[in-house]
Structure formats: C-alpha cells, structure tokens
C-alpha cells in the first residue's frame, strides 16, 4: 500500500494536494459519478423506505449510540464477560502499537504463514497490514476493492468504495500484470479471476483478520456486515480469526441491531440490508468442523478492543463523532470530497467530512492544521448522517480551535481582525463598503486571475460584479416611501422578503 498517502509527513495541508486533484479530469469524473449515483440512491431508499419518518430514525439511531456512548466503561465490561462467555478471547489495545502487538503474538504462536483479511478501517487506522507483511506473513485483502488497491500499491479512496477513484480498465490492467489474467473489462469475468485467486488462498490461510460493525453488549456478538462474502469466509475458514473494533462500535443489544442494519445498508450502498449480515458469538462449539449447529467457525475468536484516541474523543463536544457507524454518506454528499477528488488528498485513513473532523481529534490539530477548511459548511453532510451527527458545528469548533491557536495563516488572522474592525462601525462599514464596490466595478471585465495571495482564490472564481443600486441606498429608499421593506419590496414586484 502506499502509506504516504495515508500518513503523509506532517503537518499535512489539504492543499498540498487538493489542486492536483481538481485538475485531473479522469479523477474528477470517476468520483464525482460515483457519488452522485450513491447519494441520489441513499436519498431515494430512505425515502421509499421511511418516508417522513426517516428523521425520526436517524435521531432514534443517534440517541442510542449517544447512551451507550454516555456509559461506555458498563457496556465494554459487559460486552467482554458476554463474549467470554461464548468462548472468545477478549483483548484490550491503548494504541495501534498494542493492537499489532496482539496480532503479531497470536500469529507467531500459530506460526501462522498465509493471512487473509477483510475490510477494516480500525486496522488501515493501525497499518495492520505492513506490520503483518514485515512478520513475513503473506496478507492478502479479501475485498475486492481493497484487494485491488493492495495490487496496485495504492491506498483507499473511501470508507466504503476504497477503489472510488479507479475504473474497471485499470482493475483489468492489475489483474493481466498481476494475476497473468487475460484483459477484460467485463465486471462478471473480473469478479471471477478474482475470486478463483482469493478462494486458493482461503483454503491456505491460517489466519483470518478481520474488523467489526457493530459489538453486541448482551451477548458478546460480533457483527459483520459486506456484500462480497469474504468476510464470512475470512471469519469462517481459517482455524484462528482476530477481529479488530473500535470501541465505538458497542450497541447494548440485539433488539438495537435493527435500527442501524436499515441506516447502514441504505446510508452506504441504497440496499436494504447488506448482502451478508453475520453475527458471532464465539469460536466453533466442537474440537473439528463439522455438521451441525454451531459446528463451523474458527478454533480460536480474538476480539481486540481498540481504543487509539477514543476516550478522548468522549470529552464533550466531540463525543458525538463517536456515533459514527462508517457508512460513507457524508462523503458521498460532500462538494468539496468531489472537487479534491476522493480521499487521498485528506492524507488520512479517514476522509470526507468525518474525517476531516475526526482525524485533527486523533491524530493532532497542529498536524492537520487546515483540515477543518474542507467544509462549505453547505450542511449536506449533516442531512446524509443517519446517526445524526452535527458536522457542520464540528467543523466550526474546529476552525475556532485553530484560530485560538493560532494555526490559521497570519494573512488569515488579518485580514479576520480588519474584517471585525470594520463590522464594529456603522461609519466603517459604510466607507469599506463604497470602496468594494468601487474597485469590483473597475475589476469588471479584468482577467482573473489576480496577482500575489488572491491568485489561489481568484484563479478559479469569476469577479462578482455590484448591483446597479448598493442595499443601503435601496433600503432607504423603501423606508423613505412608507411601510415596512418586505411590504414595499412585495409592491415593488422584488419578490424580496425580509423577517
Ligand atoms: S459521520 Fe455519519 S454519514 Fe459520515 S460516515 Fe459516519 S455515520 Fe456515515
């Protein structure tokens, strides 16, 4: 995988990356129409769906999260006497350096050569694979996004698509380099070149990585939610599985899990439900796999719990993120995750508005400085959330957290100072604002883009052009012929309203 575009040098800048992005038009089409399709869908399938209910839910959703959020330490104590129970090892990780730590050990005491893996954010969050590859462990994603972004020494785009950014003729090229496949780009015969690869390395795997969706409290279960099936095999083939979770991922119990199967399936891929819904509640229940009722599953169940910044996140006002269930509609729905070209210009596991306000939380504000900027504040990522996650307000707490900081460019802090001087008085303002009108006017017509630091902004933004006749001079006016200025506009045929 190519880490630097998942952990870049820091102090990472989005803009570091973002006009190469917006600049490459094959990037920006594949992107763009593949979250329009996912968007528009996700907003049909909850409207056929839940109709005006549809918020209801999310809130639903989001107050169970926030409870179980509010007693976490309960839930987690509960959650690992549960699975215990059932058979399964139940491990604690602080840190990325733990949870690897844990694999490695587990895998070394099998001696354990081949690993296949499943799709998990928690372990690109702890570069899971590269510690496994440097063990000599041969890792293979089983999904086939991921396994594709594996071919190709690239990283994930997306937290549901990780391939967003490609299209099938390059999915065809790293099969015939790496694979020996002939070329097509018919998405049945790649689906089966691949699947004939994975299927003889599950029959060697020793080891089966994978992440979770959701933990059950009650009952110890592990809940893995895909479409492609590998994640069932992954869990179910080889003799050891390990499951990496965040700990966020706890809902207290089973009667909860249908509420976030409905948002999850349709806020991610306009589904229903996923094609696979596997709950686990421990290893297989004989010494060899047989048939019969809970004869099938691995001869060993490690779940590690991941914590790697999450309890800080619990301090209010960020302890809302932690409702997040990963289903990739806020990105979707996101104008500037389409105009930056996907994930990549992040320079974060995480991407999109969840990202850009989850990752300055775990991994530094003054390592992510200007992160909290990839927002229009537009609010599309808060209407997606079906969890309910007031976005727009963390992204909001996180610039003011940045200014405070003074991690905001100086000409930034500027040109907000003279921008608050100016608004202090009405003279000020007045003056300030004849003279923008003044100098747009004489811009008319003058070809953009302008010299010095406004070449960025000015680049790629046609100059605004005043109105024939400035607010003030108008609203004077109205006030001068009587009424108030919503009645006079409305007589005047402006269509204009004023509260
Ligand atoms: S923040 Fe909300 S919309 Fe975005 S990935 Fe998380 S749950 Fe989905």
Same mark, same amino acid.
């Given at each position: 995988?190519?880490?630097?575009?998942?952990?870049?040098?820091?102090?990472? +800048?989005?803009?570091?990356?973002?006009?190469?992005?917006?600049?490459?038009?094959?990037?920006?089409?594949?992107?763009?129409?593949?979250?329009?399709?996912?968007?528009?869908?996700?907003?049909?399938?909850?409207?056929?769906?839940? *109709?005006?209910?549809?918020?209801?839910? &999310?809130?639903?959703?989001?107050?169970?999260?926030?409870?179980?959020?509010?007693?976490?330490?309960?839930?987690?104590?509960?959650?690992?006497?549960?699975?215990?129970?059932?058979?399964?090892?139940?491990?604690?990780?602080?840190?990325?350096?733990?949870?690897? +730590?844990?694999?490695?050990?587990?895998?070394?005491?099998?001696?354990?050569?081949?690993?296949?893996?499943?799709?998990?954010?928690?372990?690109?969050?702890?570069?899971?694979?590269?510690?496994?590859?440097?063990?000599?462990i041969k890792t293979v994603e089983?999904?086939?996004?991921?396994?594709?972004? @594996?071919?190709?020494?690239?990283?994930?785009?997306?937290?549901?698509?990780?391939?967003?950014?490609?299209?099938?003729?390059?999915?065809?090229?790293?099969?015939?380099?790496?694979?020996?496949?002939?070329?097509?780009?018919?998405?049945?015969?790649?689906?089966?070149?691949?699947?004939?690869?994975?299927? +003889?390395?599950?029959?060697?795997?020793?080891? *089966?990585?994978?992440? *979770?969706?959701?933990?059950?409290?009650?009952?110890?279960?592990?809940?893995?939610?895909?479409?492609?099936?590998?994640?069932?095999?992954?869990?179910?083939?080889?003799?050891?599985?390990?499951?990496?979770?965040?700990?966020?991922?706890?809902?207290?119990?089973?009667?909860?899990?249908?509420?976030?199967?409905?948002?999850?399936?349709?806020?991610?891929?306009? @589904?229903?439900?996923?094609?696979?819904?596997?709950?686990?509640?421990?290893? &297989?229940?004989?010494?060899?796999?047989?048939?019969?009722?809970?004869?099938?599953?691995?001869?060993?169940?490690?779940?590690?719990?991941?914590?790697?910044?999450?309890?800080?996140?619990?301090?209010?006002?960020?302890?809302?993120?932690? &409702?997040c269930i990963r289903c990739g509609?806020?990105?979707?729905?996101?104008?500037?995750?389409?105009?930056?070209?996907?994930?990549?210009?992040?320079?974060?596991?995480?991407?999109?508005?969840?990202?850009?306000?989850?990752?300055?939380?775990?991994?530094?504000?003054?390592?992510?400085?200007?992160?909290?900027?990839?927002?229009?504040?537009?609010?599309?990522?808060?209407?997606?959330?079906?969890?309910?996650?007031?976005?727009?307000? @963390?992204?909001?707490?996180?610039?003011?957290?940045?200014?405070?900081?003074?991690?905001?460019?100086?000409?930034?802090?500027?040109?907000?100072?003279?921008?608050?001087?100016?608004? @202090?008085?009405?003279?000020?303002?007045?003056?300030?604002?004849?003279?923008?009108?003044?100098?747009?006017?004489?811009?008319?017509?003058?070809?953009?883009?302008?010299?010095?630091?406004?070449?960025?902004?000015?680049?790629?933004?046609?100059?605004?052009?005043?109105?024939?006749?400035?607010?003030?001079?108008?609203?004077?006016?109205?006030?001068?012929?009587? *009424?108030?200025?919503?009645?006079?506009?409305?007589?005047?045929?402006?269509?204009? +309203?004023?509260?």
């Amino acid at each position: 995988m190519n880490e630097g575009l998942l952990f870049p040098p820091l102090p990472h +800048r989005i803009e570091s990356r973002a006009p190469a992005a917006a600049r490459d038009v094959s990037l920006q089409q594949f992107v763009r129409h593949a979250t329009v399709t996912k968007d528009t869908g996700r907003v049909d399938a909850c409207r056929a769906a839940f *109709g005006e209910r549809y918020d209801d839910l &999310r809130q639903h959703a989001g107050a169970i999260k926030s409870h179980t959020l509010d007693h976490l330490d309960l839930y987690l104590e509960r959650f690992e006497a549960a699975a215990t129970r059932a058979g399964a090892t139940v491990h604690w990780a602080a840190d990325a350096h733990a949870a690897n +730590r844990i694999c490695l050990d587990i895998a070394g005491r099998i001696n354990a050569k081949v690993c296949v893996k499943s799709k998990s954010m928690a372990t690109e969050e702890t570069r899971l694979l590269p510690a496994l590859e440097a063990a000599g462990i041969k890792t293979v994603e089983t999904d086939l996004g991921e396994f594709i972004v @594996q071919l190709d020494g690239d990283a994930p785009s997306h937290i549901v698509t990780p391939m967003i950014h490609k299209n099938r003729a390059s999915v065809a090229r790293a099969f015939v380099r790496d694979l020996g496949s002939r070329y097509t780009e018919d998405p049945g015969e790649l689906t089966m070149i691949a699947r004939e690869h994975m299927r +003889r390395l599950f029959e060697r795997a020793d080891l *089966g990585i994978s992440g *979770g969706n959701f933990l059950i409290a009650d009952t110890g279960t592990l809940v893995i939610c895909t479409n492609e099936g590998n994640a069932d095999l992954t869990v179910s083939l080889p003799p050891v599985h390990i499951a990496v979770v965040g700990i966020e991922k706890l809902i207290p119990s089973m009667e909860h899990l249908p509420v976030f199967l409905k948002l999850l399936a349709r806020s991610a891929t306009a @589904q229903p439900l996923t094609i696979y819904t596997t709950c686990i509640s421990g290893p &297989r229940r004989t010494a060899t796999p047989v048939a019969g009722p809970d004869a099938d599953g691995p001869r060993e169940l490690h779940i590690i719990l991941l914590d790697n910044g999450r309890t800080e996140l619990l301090r209010e006002p960020t302890r809302e993120l932690l &409702r997040c269930i990963r289903c990739g509609a806020c990105l979707n729905a996101c104008p500037v995750y389409k105009a930056v070209g996907g994930g990549h210009a992040y320079g974060s596991v995480y991407s999109g508005p969840i990202g850009a306000t989850i990752t300055p939380h775990l991994r530094g504000l003054h390592n992510y400085p200007d992160l909290a900027t990839a927002s229009s504040l537009c609010g599309a990522c808060f209407h997606a959330c079906p969890v309910h996650i007031d976005l727009p307000a @963390q992204f909001i707490a996180l610039r003011e957290e940045a200014a405070r900081s003074h991690l905001n460019p100086a000409p930034e802090r500027a040109a907000m100072k003279l921008w608050r001087w100016i608004m @202090q008085s009405p003279a000020r303002y007045r003056f300030a604002a004849g003279l923008a009108r003044f100098v747009l006017s004489r811009l008319d017509g003058v070809d953009l883009p302008l010299p010095g630091p406004l070449g960025a902004w000015t680049s790629c933004r046609a100059s605004p052009r005043p109105g024939e006749i400035d607010f003030r001079a108008w609203w004077g006016e109205r006030s001068q012929m009587g *009424g108030r200025p919503a009645d006079s506009a409305a007589r005047a045929g402006t269509g204009a +309203r004023y509260e």
